[in-house]
């Protein structure tokens, strides 16, 4: 295995798209990392730069502390797991998890013992005398990451390998993805567009927006203190509610005067008065009563219910805008009533619309 770090990376193609602008990443010797970001971030043009199979316009991208720049792709000790799969249909699973192998002459005992211990890692030693279009996708998916494995590279790098299979069989991949990587030890570069798989896989996530880096830390803390709006926006799902306002001496008035959000104690922030600003708030962090609470909760009509067995999924209205709240599957509530609902202190985040940067010290009630 071995760390790898991004300097300064910059892609511009043809006719002046940009799609990387000054990426700068730095991952740990057996680190599963995840690059995360919608279609079009440049977070597939990031992993073939790793690879060597796209030339970056400027930067460097180091392994173990050594430029690999003017390195080809075959003297970079990687492996690469496509969305495709990219198997020979013509071969037997065997001969294409052995191909990498006998194209590096290593001698054939050694290219059936390892194919043998890939297969039995994975769970496919009874597929090996099977051609590709006699299996499943999640097996197609196995013999590729198979052929990866193998090979013993420095880097494993993955380009959406669970996109092409159905939502019971991913979920399932996911869990031996990490087993996987947990066995091998080894340095994991995982790209996908599914907030999902990035959350429950990644040991950091790097999210990517318009080829530009919007924040590179653990799970939990992208979910818990998302660095911009786009972050905010981007993880979470139903997605953080937003409230768009301007600060007034000591508090915010937000959605038209729909309501109030006043600074606790001596609690302050520091872009100022009269600054133009968007309270979030998720979900799961809204809290819904029946009854108001010290004076201190916002009114709001039921406008839709979603019941999901374990949870209860609430459309309120507040102001011009609609927010959704998570409760429990119990509560019970006709549409159309209205009920209370309240901002815990420590759940509220605060951005600047401006700049789209989070604004700290967000301590308060709304009202």
Not at 184 to 190: E, S
Not at 220 to 227: D, E, Q
Not at 277 to 304: H, M, Y
Request: glycine fraction near 8%; charge should be neutral.
């Amino acid at each position: 295995m071995a760390s790898v770090e991004l300097k300064h990376l910059r892609k511009v193609f043809q006719g002046g798209v940009i799609a990387i602008d000054d990426l700068n990443l730095s991952i740990e010797h057996g680190e599963f990392v995840v690059l995360l970001g919608p279609s079009g971030c440049g977070k597939t043009t990031t992993l073939q730069i790793i690879a060597g199979l796209e030339l970056q316009s400027s930067g460097s991208v180091l392994f173990d502390n050594v430029s690999v720049d003017n390195l080809p792709t075959h003297r970079r000790d990687i492996a690469m797991v496509f969305q495709s799969y990219a198997l020979y249909p013509h071969k037997r699973v065997y001969d294409n998890m052995a191909f990498g192998l006998r194209m590096r002459g290593t001698p054939k005992p050694e290219i059936d013992r390892q194919v043998r211990h890939a297969a039995e890692i994975l769970g496919i030693k009874e597929l090996l005398g099977r051609r590709p279009s006699q299996l499943s996708g999640g097996q197609r998916q196995r013999v590729a990451l198979g052929r990866a494995i193998v090979r013993q590279p420095r880097v494993f790098l993955l380009d959406e390998p669970l996109s092409n299979i159905d939502a019971k069989l991913r979920s399932h991949m996911r869990l031996e993805l990490k087993a996987l990587h947990r066995d091998l030890r080894a340095t994991f570069i995982y790209v996908t567009h599914d907030q999902v798989e990035a959350m429950s896989m990644g040991d950091r996530i790097a999210v990517m927006h318009d080829g530009v880096l919007q924040q590179y830390d653990k799970p939990a803390v992208i979910y818990a203190r998302p660095a911009n709006l786009f972050v905010a926006t981007f993880i979470g799902s139903p997605a953080m509610n937003l409230f768009e306002g301007r600060l007034t001496d000591g508090g915010a008035r937000f959605d038209g005067g729909a309501f109030d959000y006043r600074w606790a104690g001596s609690a302050r922030h520091p872009v100022g008065d009269g600054a133009e600003v968007a309270l979030g708030i998720r979900p799961n962090d809204v809290k819904v009563s029946k009854e108001t609470l010290n004076g201190q909760s916002i009114r709001a009509p039921v406008e839709f219910q979603e019941p999901l067995g374990s949870d209860l999924f609430l459309t309120l209205r507040v102001g011009d805008a609609f927010l959704v709240a998570r409760t429990d599957p119990d509560f019970q509530v006709e549409t159309g009533e209205s009920v209370a609902i309240t901002f815990p202190e420590s759940r509220v985040h605060l951005f600047d619309r401006v700049t789209g940067n989070r604004v700290e010290n967000v301590e308060g009630v709304a009202q």
